[in-house]
């Protein structure tokens, strides 16, 4: 019994001081690395953080803790509101832009809505829709359960902001010729216009 004993006891020491090494992998002369603790952004900071290296500004006034609205600087003059916003329930990022402009009094919807859904099928990123108060709008939805690289973000970001650039005038078009928002005196002095002359 005492041998069986006296011979536990070195193999008991050699698997405790393997232990005690694993610990420890500092080497001799060196002090032991200690994790850094992990930051947690809130929402609005890791937008304001990403949103740095596009150019963008936030309008402070318009956003929340779930929502950002921003302005990117439109290279042909004005601005382009893109709106950010973080829908925790579902786990989604949604980017909005809207200002396109209202299909409310359109004369011919159809072509209104056959135009934005070529223009879907055309696009790399995102859809333009109708809301419930008939406004036009462009979004794309991707999920929030991982976190979204700066490169990933500043890609989708710009890459919305130029097709929102470029479509804007040919909805602003199509709308303004189908509209039927014009009061009576702005029609009866078209009417009244005199012909241009040859």
């Given at each position: 019994m005492k041998k069986s004993l006296i011979a536990a006891i070195p193999i008991a020491l050699v698997v405790l001081g393997s232990q005690?090494?694993?610990?420890?992998?500092?080497?001799?002369g060196q002090e032991p690395k200690v994790p850094?603790?992990?930051?947690?952004?809130?929402?609005?900071?890791?937008?304001?953080?990403?949103l740095q290296r596009t150019g963008a500004t936030i309008d402070e006034a318009k956003s929340s803790s779930e929502m950002v609205v921003t302005n990117y600087p439109d290279p042909k003059g004005g601005k382009i509101t893109v709106v950010i916003v973080n829908d925790r329930r579902k786990n989604l990022l949604g980017f909005y832009i809207y200002n396109f402009g209202n299909v409310k009094n359109v004369t011919n919807k159809e072509e209104i809505y056959?135009?934005?859904?070529?223009?879907?099928?055309?696009?790399t990123i995102g859809s333009f829709f109708v809301d419930g108060e008939e406004d036009i709008g462009y979004k794309y939805m991707v999920s929030s359960a991982q976190a979204m690289?700066?490169?990933?973000?500043?890609?989708?970001?710009?890459t919305?902001?130029?097709?929102?650039?470029?479509?804007?005038?040919e909805i602003r078009q199509l709308l303004a010729g189908n509209k039927d928002e014009k009061g009576p005196e702005v029609k009866?002095?078209?009417?009244?216009?005199?012909?241009?002359?040859?």
């Open positions: 005690v090494l694993a610990q420890d992998p500092a080497t001799p850094r603790p992990v930051v947690r952004l809130s929402f609005t900071e890791r937008m304001k953080q990403y056959k135009y934005l859904l070529s223009t879907n099928d055309a696009i690289t700066h490169q990933t973000f500043e890609t989708l970001y710009t919305m902001a130029a097709v929102a650039r470029e479509r804007k005038p009866k002095a078209a009417e009244e216009k005199p012909p241009e002359k040859d």
